[in-house]
Protein backbone atom coordinates (compact mmCIF):
# COMPACT_ATOMS: atom_id res chain seq x y z
CA UNK A 1 0.00 0.00 0.00
CA UNK A 2 2.44 2.22 1.18
CA UNK A 3 4.71 1.25 -2.06
CA UNK A 4 1.96 2.51 -4.74
CA UNK A 5 1.08 5.85 -2.53
CA UNK A 6 1.36 8.52 -5.41
CA UNK A 7 2.71 12.18 -4.10
CA UNK A 8 -0.43 13.72 -5.29
CA UNK A 9 -2.22 11.90 -2.84
CA UNK A 10 0.22 12.86 0.12
CA UNK A 11 0.43 15.99 -0.86
CA UNK A 12 -4.09 15.98 -0.77
CA UNK A 13 -3.60 14.32 3.00
CA UNK A 14 -1.06 16.79 3.93
CA UNK A 15 -3.24 19.80 2.36
CA UNK A 16 -6.34 18.21 5.03
CA UNK A 17 -4.19 17.86 7.93
CA UNK A 18 -2.67 21.95 7.45
CA UNK A 19 -6.16 23.04 7.32
CA UNK A 20 -6.95 21.55 10.39
CA UNK A 21 -4.03 23.36 12.20
CA UNK A 22 -4.80 26.31 10.61
CA UNK A 23 -8.00 26.30 11.73
CA UNK A 24 -6.88 25.27 15.25
CA UNK A 25 -4.75 28.31 15.52
CA UNK A 26 -7.43 30.62 14.96
CA UNK A 27 -9.86 29.01 17.34
CA UNK A 28 -7.44 29.05 19.99
CA UNK A 29 -6.68 32.71 19.56
CA UNK A 30 -10.39 32.93 19.06
CA UNK A 31 -10.48 31.36 22.61
CA UNK A 32 -8.49 33.98 24.05
CA UNK A 33 -10.10 36.44 23.16
CA UNK A 34 -7.94 37.82 20.12
CA UNK A 35 -9.45 39.82 17.09
CA UNK A 36 -8.05 41.47 14.26
CA UNK A 37 -7.78 44.78 15.26
CA UNK A 38 -6.48 43.76 18.54
CA UNK A 39 -3.31 46.33 19.75
CA UNK A 40 0.36 46.00 20.27
CA UNK A 41 -0.10 46.40 24.03
CA UNK A 42 -3.49 44.05 23.94
CA UNK A 43 -1.36 41.07 22.14
CA UNK A 44 1.50 41.88 24.93
CA UNK A 45 -1.22 41.64 27.58
CA UNK A 46 -2.19 38.22 26.64
CA UNK A 47 1.34 36.84 25.83
CA UNK A 48 2.15 37.83 29.49
CA UNK A 49 -1.05 36.15 30.98
CA UNK A 50 -1.75 33.27 28.85
CA UNK A 51 1.99 32.17 27.77
CA UNK A 52 1.98 29.68 24.81
CA UNK A 53 -0.95 31.88 23.57
CA UNK A 54 0.71 32.93 20.57
CA UNK A 55 3.54 30.99 20.30
CA UNK A 56 1.62 27.76 20.11
CA UNK A 57 -0.95 29.23 17.40
CA UNK A 58 2.34 30.63 15.53
CA UNK A 59 3.61 27.41 15.14
CA UNK A 60 0.46 25.84 13.77
CA UNK A 61 0.52 28.36 11.22
CA UNK A 62 4.03 27.85 10.15
CA UNK A 63 3.29 23.67 10.43
CA UNK A 64 0.18 24.76 8.24
CA UNK A 65 2.64 27.00 6.00
CA UNK A 66 5.16 24.34 5.59
CA UNK A 67 2.62 21.41 4.76
CA UNK A 68 0.83 23.69 1.79
CA UNK A 69 4.23 24.27 0.19
CA UNK A 70 4.07 21.13 -1.20
CA UNK A 71 0.89 21.76 -3.13
CA UNK A 72 2.37 24.00 -5.74
CA UNK A 73 5.08 20.77 -6.48
CA UNK A 74 1.94 18.71 -7.39
CA UNK A 75 0.28 21.40 -9.03
CA UNK A 76 3.35 21.65 -11.32
CA UNK A 77 3.92 18.47 -12.04
CA UNK A 78 0.38 18.11 -12.98
CA UNK A 79 0.62 20.61 -15.37
CA UNK A 80 4.34 19.87 -16.83
CA UNK A 81 3.62 18.19 -19.73
CA UNK A 82 1.23 20.97 -20.92
CA UNK A 83 2.78 24.26 -19.66
CA UNK A 84 5.89 23.38 -18.42
CA UNK A 85 7.45 27.17 -18.25
CA UNK A 86 4.09 28.27 -16.23
CA UNK A 87 4.40 24.94 -14.29
CA UNK A 88 7.67 25.72 -13.07
CA UNK A 89 7.21 29.53 -12.06
CA UNK A 90 3.83 28.19 -9.96
CA UNK A 91 6.65 25.92 -8.21
CA UNK A 92 8.62 28.58 -7.76
CA UNK A 93 6.67 31.29 -6.95
CA UNK A 94 3.64 28.82 -4.76
CA UNK A 95 6.43 27.20 -2.85
CA UNK A 96 8.47 29.98 -1.73
CA UNK A 97 5.73 32.06 -0.94
CA UNK A 98 4.57 29.78 1.57
CA UNK A 99 8.09 28.88 3.07
CA UNK A 100 8.00 32.63 3.25
CA UNK A 101 5.27 32.63 5.50
CA UNK A 102 6.28 29.77 7.82
CA UNK A 103 9.23 31.72 8.64
CA UNK A 104 7.27 34.62 9.48
CA UNK A 105 5.30 32.72 11.81
CA UNK A 106 8.31 30.83 13.32
CA UNK A 107 9.93 34.38 14.17
CA UNK A 108 6.64 35.18 15.50
CA UNK A 109 5.80 32.55 17.99
CA UNK A 110 9.31 33.18 19.30
CA UNK A 111 9.34 36.64 19.19
CA UNK A 112 6.00 37.19 21.01
CA UNK A 113 6.55 34.77 23.57
CA UNK A 114 9.96 36.08 24.78
CA UNK A 115 8.51 39.85 24.78
CA UNK A 116 5.05 38.58 27.08
CA UNK A 117 7.39 37.44 29.36
CA UNK A 118 9.32 40.99 29.30
CA UNK A 119 6.46 42.48 29.51
CA UNK A 120 5.29 40.95 32.26
CA UNK A 121 8.04 42.11 34.58
CA UNK A 122 7.04 44.92 36.93
CA UNK A 123 9.94 47.26 35.55
CA UNK A 124 8.63 50.00 33.32
CA UNK A 125 11.56 50.34 31.44
CA UNK A 126 11.65 46.55 30.31
CA UNK A 127 7.88 47.40 29.29
CA UNK A 128 8.00 50.04 27.68
CA UNK A 129 11.12 48.48 25.54
CA UNK A 130 8.88 45.28 25.10
CA UNK A 131 6.09 47.66 23.58
CA UNK A 132 8.44 49.59 21.09
CA UNK A 133 10.37 46.30 20.38
CA UNK A 134 6.78 44.53 19.64
CA UNK A 135 5.34 47.27 17.42
CA UNK A 136 8.71 46.97 15.15
CA UNK A 137 8.88 43.45 14.87
CA UNK A 138 5.26 42.86 14.36
CA UNK A 139 5.36 45.96 11.94
CA UNK A 140 8.02 45.59 9.88
CA UNK A 141 10.63 42.78 10.45
CA UNK A 142 8.73 39.60 10.46
CA UNK A 143 5.41 40.68 11.00
CA UNK A 144 2.69 42.66 9.07
CA UNK A 145 4.77 43.85 6.37
CA UNK A 146 6.96 40.74 5.69
CA UNK A 147 3.90 38.41 6.41
CA UNK A 148 1.81 40.14 4.08
CA UNK A 149 4.28 40.26 1.20
CA UNK A 150 4.93 36.29 1.66
CA UNK A 151 0.57 35.82 1.92
CA UNK A 152 0.78 38.27 -1.18
CA UNK A 153 2.74 35.08 -3.14
CA UNK A 154 0.98 32.09 -1.89
CA UNK A 155 -2.40 33.29 -1.85
CA UNK A 156 -2.44 35.41 -4.42
CA UNK A 157 0.23 34.97 -7.31
CA UNK A 158 0.22 31.12 -6.63
CA UNK A 159 -3.38 30.95 -7.19
CA UNK A 160 -2.93 33.41 -10.48
CA UNK A 161 -0.60 31.11 -11.95
CA UNK A 162 -3.09 28.26 -11.14
CA UNK A 163 -5.38 30.08 -12.97
CA UNK A 164 -3.09 30.50 -15.87
CA UNK A 165 -2.24 26.56 -15.26
CA UNK A 166 -5.60 25.60 -16.62
CA UNK A 167 -6.70 28.24 -19.14
CA UNK A 168 -3.25 26.55 -20.87
CA UNK A 169 -4.85 22.76 -19.82
CA UNK A 170 -8.29 24.38 -21.78
CA UNK A 171 -10.37 24.98 -18.83
CA UNK A 172 -10.32 28.79 -19.81
CA UNK A 173 -14.05 29.60 -18.29
CA UNK A 174 -12.70 27.70 -14.60
CA UNK A 175 -8.69 29.11 -15.13
CA UNK A 176 -9.65 32.61 -15.96
CA UNK A 177 -12.05 32.99 -12.90
CA UNK A 178 -9.53 31.79 -10.59
CA UNK A 179 -6.74 34.11 -12.43
CA UNK A 180 -8.87 36.70 -11.54
CA UNK A 181 -9.61 35.75 -7.93
CA UNK A 182 -5.83 35.12 -7.71
CA UNK A 183 -5.04 38.33 -9.04
CA UNK A 184 -6.90 40.59 -6.94
CA UNK A 185 -6.04 38.79 -4.09
CA UNK A 186 -2.22 39.41 -4.93
CA UNK A 187 -2.64 42.50 -5.48
CA UNK A 188 -5.20 43.14 -2.31
CA UNK A 189 -2.08 41.60 -0.01
CA UNK A 190 0.67 43.14 -0.92
CA UNK A 191 -1.13 46.46 -1.62
CA UNK A 192 -1.88 46.42 1.89
CA UNK A 193 1.66 45.68 3.23
CA UNK A 194 2.64 48.73 0.91
CA UNK A 195 0.06 51.12 2.38
CA UNK A 196 1.85 49.86 5.95
CA UNK A 197 4.78 50.97 4.68
CA UNK A 198 3.17 54.60 3.69
CA UNK A 199 1.37 54.87 6.49
CA UNK A 200 -2.12 55.05 4.32
CA UNK A 201 -5.00 54.47 6.56
CA UNK A 202 -7.29 55.53 4.07
CA UNK A 203 -9.43 52.95 2.34
CA UNK A 204 -7.36 50.17 4.17
CA UNK A 205 -10.71 48.22 4.95
CA UNK A 206 -11.61 48.18 1.53
CA UNK A 207 -8.09 47.37 -0.10
CA UNK A 208 -7.25 44.61 2.53
CA UNK A 209 -10.71 43.18 2.20
CA UNK A 210 -9.96 40.30 -1.01
CA UNK A 211 -7.08 39.32 1.55
CA UNK A 212 -8.47 38.46 4.18
CA UNK A 213 -11.40 36.65 2.35
CA UNK A 214 -8.38 34.42 0.12
CA UNK A 215 -6.41 33.41 3.82
CA UNK A 216 -9.71 32.92 5.34
CA UNK A 217 -10.97 30.51 2.49
CA UNK A 218 -7.28 28.90 2.08
CA UNK A 219 -7.99 26.11 3.72
CA UNK A 220 -10.71 24.89 1.28
CA UNK A 221 -9.55 26.28 -2.17
CA UNK A 222 -5.70 24.47 -1.05
CA UNK A 223 -7.47 21.12 -0.57
CA UNK A 224 -9.46 21.45 -3.77
CA UNK A 225 -6.27 21.90 -5.90
CA UNK A 226 -4.82 18.92 -4.37
CA UNK A 227 -7.82 16.90 -4.88
CA UNK A 228 -7.53 18.04 -8.38
CA UNK A 229 -4.38 17.53 -9.26
CA UNK A 230 -4.55 13.86 -7.59
CA UNK A 231 -7.23 13.08 -10.05
CA UNK A 232 -6.09 11.69 -13.58
CA UNK A 233 -6.77 14.23 -16.86
CA UNK A 234 -10.07 13.91 -18.49
CA UNK A 235 -10.98 14.47 -22.24
CA UNK A 236 -10.82 18.23 -21.85
CA UNK A 237 -13.31 20.37 -23.89
CA UNK A 238 -11.83 22.41 -27.16
CA UNK A 239 -13.67 26.00 -25.84
CA UNK A 240 -12.62 27.24 -29.21
CA UNK A 241 -14.57 24.43 -31.49
CA UNK A 242 -16.75 23.96 -28.74
CA UNK A 243 -16.68 19.98 -29.08
CA UNK A 244 -15.30 17.27 -26.72
CA UNK A 245 -11.29 16.24 -27.53
CA UNK A 246 -9.31 13.55 -26.27
CA UNK A 247 -6.82 13.77 -24.29
CA UNK A 248 -3.31 13.99 -25.23
CA UNK A 249 -1.73 10.63 -26.42
CA UNK A 250 1.47 10.80 -23.86
CA UNK A 251 -1.03 10.87 -20.64
CA UNK A 252 -2.90 8.29 -22.18
CA UNK A 253 0.32 6.27 -22.24
CA UNK A 254 0.96 7.82 -18.93
Known amino acids: MLASLKFSRIVFIASVIAAIAYVASYTLWLSGGVTLSISTRAALQLAAERPGLWGIGFLLQAFAALLWALVPVAVGQHFRDRAPGLSQLAILVGSFGF ?9 RAGSMEYLG ?15 QMAAWAQLWTFGGVWELMGNGLAFGGFAFLVGLLLVAARRRNL ?5 LIGGIAAISLIGTAI ?19 ALATAPLWLAWLA ?28
Open 227 to 254: WMVDQPFNASFDYARGKQTAPPARDAAS
Open 175 to 179: GWTIA
Open 195 to 213: YYIAGIRTALNVISLPGLV
Open 99 to 107: AWRALADFA
Open 117 to 131: QLYATNDPTARAIAE
